[in-house]
């Protein structure tokens, strides 16, 4: 039985930082498919990062250079290290397992004035 569980999720301003983290029971952070998706109020859910079992990290164009994925296997933890935060990240972001994601999270909120 999988679990994720977000924290971090904060109200910041333009062009602060913020770190997600994500806390992955039942499943081993080395299989294919951890990743990070946002959805902004009126819009449909967006792919924002993934990092595979290969530890090859993947980006959307919209934050490419900004945010970073990582994880840290001893903790069970993935991260999301967002730096230089525009107003259009603000959203609730969800942490995702598998290829496709078919194991979620319940989100923590974002929020960037």
């Known amino acids: 039985h999988v679990q994720l569980v977000e924290s971090g999720g904060v109200s910041v301003q333009a062009g602060g930082s913020l770190r997600l983290s994500c806390k992955v029971s039942?499943?081993?952070?080395?299989?294919?498919?951890m990743g990070w998706y946002r959805q902004a109020p009126g819009n449909e859910c967006e792919w924002v990062s993934t990092?595979?079992?290969?530890?090859?990290?993947y980006y959307a164009n919209s934050v490419k250079g900004r945010f970073t994925i990582s994880r840290d296997s001893a903790k069970n933890t993935v991260y999301l290290q967002m730096n230089s935060l525009k107003f259009e990240d603000t959203g609730l972001y969800y942490c995702?397992?598998?290829?496709?994601?078919?194991?979620w999270g319940q989100g923590t909120q974002v929020t960037v004035s």
């Open positions: 039942g499943r081993k952070l080395n299989e294919p498919g």
């Open positions: 990092i595979n079992n290969d530890g090859k990290t």
């Open positions: 995702a397992a598998g290829d496709p994601a078919n194991v």
